[in-house]
């Protein structure tokens, strides 16, 4: 049973491009978060998702981002024309249920490293 | 908004050393997860407790609601143990409430 797949591992952006990062939760995991980790800061909750709905998106910066969870494919996190404070370490972690506890816990992936040039 | 602060935020030790990684929280809680993210970057986590004591292998994790303080220790560390071990107030409103600290780089010195 695959854990949580994060793709790409690293990538490379000028400013001005395009950024599409993608998770495929657990599976049986309908639940899927996004958090961003800048240098020298702890991770930061940027989006909840469930399938084909944002539950949850105080996280994230009111423009040029973007997140969906199609009913069938992975999560897709979207940032337009990045920048180079884009630059950071986008992680994907998935549940079971909304609540997280033993009996549903958290499971990451092992992140995405967006370098904006 | 609850502010979580991790101590020390650095920390070297030898091989075989006994290891405490603390962490307090401005902001009652429903349960403190401690994390681990490896020098390749992927998170695991390690225990989520909103009471008492917690024990896996070498580590243990304490939690004090009172005093808004929980620990990680590793007994006998070892090299591998090398990583960022970071905790995560939640709020109760589940993965999308929780408040991360900074985390705090180990090294385990063989």
């Known amino acids: 049973n695959a854990g949580v797949m994060q793709n790409p591992r690293h990538l490379v952006r000028r400013r001005g491009q395009e950024a599409r990062l993608r998770c495929s939760p657990m599976?049986?995991?309908?639940?899927v978060y996004w958090y961003r980790q800048l240098p020298e800061e702890g991770l930061k909750f940027m989006v909840y998702?469930?399938?084909?709905?944002?539950?949850?998106e105080s996280g994230m910066p009111k423009e040029r981002f973007s997140a969906e969870f199609p009913k069938e494919g992975p999560s897709i996190l979207r940032i337009q024309q990045v920048v180079r404070g884009d630059s950071a370490a986008y992680f994907c972690?998935?549940?079971?249920?909304?609540?997280?506890?033993?009996?549903?816990?958290?499971?990451f992936g092992n992140g995405t490293r967006l370098t904006v040039t | 908004k609850n502010e979580v602060e991790q101590s020390p935020q650095n920390l070297t030790a030898q091989e075989g050393e006994f290891i405490t990684i603390n962490c307090s929280y401005s902001?009652?809680?429903?349960?403190l997860h401690w994390l681990q993210q490896h020098p390749g970057g992927g998170i695991v986590s390690l225990f989520m407790?909103?009471?008492g004591k917690k024990k896996h292998g070498r580590l243990i994790a304490t939690i004090n609601i009172q005093e808004k303080h929980s620990s990680l220790h590793i007994t006998a560390s070892h090299p591998r143990d090398s990583a960022v071990y970071i905790c995560?107030?939640?709020?109760?409103?589940?993965?999308?409430?929780?408040?991360f600290g900074k985390g705090t780089h180990l090294i385990i010195q063989p």
């Open positions: 972690a998935s549940s079971v249920t909304s609540g997280i506890g033993s009996n549903s816990p958290l499971h």
């Open positions: 599976k049986g995991h309908s639940h």
């Open positions: 998702l469930q399938k084909e709905n944002i539950i949850d």
């Open positions: 902001v009652g809680i429903s349960a």
């Open positions: 407790l909103s009471s």
């Open positions: 995560a107030a939640d709020s109760g409103g589940g993965a999308d409430g929780l408040t």
